[in-house]
């Protein structure tokens, strides 16, 4: 079996997860990655065969998004070139993690395809959602990479076709420690900023991981270590806590472990706000910026009652089982209909 596997590259989330299912996803062919995007920060230890710089965010150093670097990025011909050259036709399944050019390459060619990852779960009413919904945030989520069938991760099972967040082997079979330091990764702040509201937190140390250096720096109470998968997760296991912001992996992963969690969402990203809204049911205090009253804000959680445990109902290979079986299912159904378009031209579906 040949399996065309679209992942986002903006941010670390997407890329993490795919390092972590290709093992399980190679034991039903061979997998071709299209990665898709240019702001993430991670070695991709994947078999990228098709690249392109996508459709990214990027992050200012105060919470927020750079508009004016997304905007001059954004390219819509070169996308549209991209997603007509793009030889999803050439695989027997799609599956596609919240990637627009494949979704456009399934619609020009008439592909099923299977969006697999957490912004499908979004395609479900019943997924948390902040008190005031942002119409042009649930357009984006909806339909910014559509597909055939969806299978959706998110930190509870909110609907039927909802699963499991995919936990790292490293994290998955390991015993959490607490060594007394906060694990902090923060991308949409800078490491100035951090570093002067975290200065305040006295009898801390915290461990902050930084897209600036490139290797170990230490400040007072600060240790600013480069960003490695690897060496964050060890971070992470032995943390007293984590603050980061309100993406999915992080925070589910620390949920996993039991960790005390703090989160920023990303000023005006949409996601990172339902996200945040999910986290509340967990007790995860959610701080909308970096201010003077954020060490104060530290200093309470560190103090405060531990959040509620996430758990988890299926294995990675359970999931992987399930996007397999259904992008196949999809794929036969698609050639069924083609053969008999072909034999009653006349019949509409």
């Known amino acids: 079996m040949k399996i065309f596997y679209a992942i986002q590259a903006t941010g670390n989330g997407h890329i993490a997860r795919a390092m972590e299912l ?25 078999p990228v065969k098709f690249r392109s710089k996508g459709v990214s965010l990027f992050y200012g150093n105060r919470g927020g998004l750079d508009y004016l ?13 991209e997603a007509k050259e793009l030889p999803v036709e050439k695989y027997d399944i799609v599956i596609n993690d919240f990637e627009c050019i494949t979704s456009l390459a399934c619609k020009f060619k008439n592909i099923p395809s299977v969006n697999f990852g957490h912004q499908a779960s979004f395609v479900s009413n019943k997924t948390p959602r902040p008190n005031k919904k942002d119409i042009a945030g649930e357009l ?14 998110h930190f509870e099972q909110y609907d039927n076709f909802i699963f499991s967040p995919i936990i790292k082997d490293q994290i998955l079979h390991t015993e959490a420690k607490n060594n007394g330091h906060v694990t902090v990764y923060l991308s949409h702040y800078s490491d100035e ?18 897209k600036k250096v490139k290797e170990k720096v230490i400040d007072g109470n600060i240790t600013f270590i480069p960003i490695d ?7 992470m296991i032995n943390a007293y806590g984590v603050i980061t912001g309100a993406g999915f992996e ?22 990172q706000l339902c996200n945040a809204a999910a986290l509340k049911n967990f007790n995860v ?65």
């Open 22 to 46: 290709m093992p399980y996803l190679e034991q039903y062919g061979t997998v071709d990655i299209f990665l898709s995007g240019s702001n993430s920060n991670l070695n991709c230890a994947l």
């Open 193 to 210: 900023v951090v570093a002067q509201q975290l200065k305040k937190v006295k009898d801390i140390s915290f461990e902050v991981f930084s």
């Open 140 to 153: 984006i989520l909806k339909k910014y990479a559509t597909a055939d069938h969806y299978i959706g991760l």
């Open 69 to 81: 670097k997304m905007l001059k990025e954004f390219s819509p011909i070169r996308i549209y070139k």
């Open 285 to 349: 205090p959610i701080i909308n910026t970096m201010d003077d009253h954020f060490a104060t804000d530290v200093n309470h959680w560190l103090h405060a009652s531990m959040p509620k445990q996430l758990k988890i109902s299926q294995s990675t290979e359970q999931i992987v089982s399930k996007v397999i079986k259904t992008a196949t299912a999809t794929k036969e159904i698609s050639n069924l209909q083609s053969e008999f378009q072909f034999i009653h031209p006349s019949f509409n579906y």
């Open 250 to 271: 992080t925070p589910a992963e620390a949920l996993y472990l039991g960790k005390k969690l703090m989160c920023l969402p990303i000023k005006g990203q949409y996601e």
């Open 229 to 235: 998968g690897k060496t964050f997760n060890k971070s």
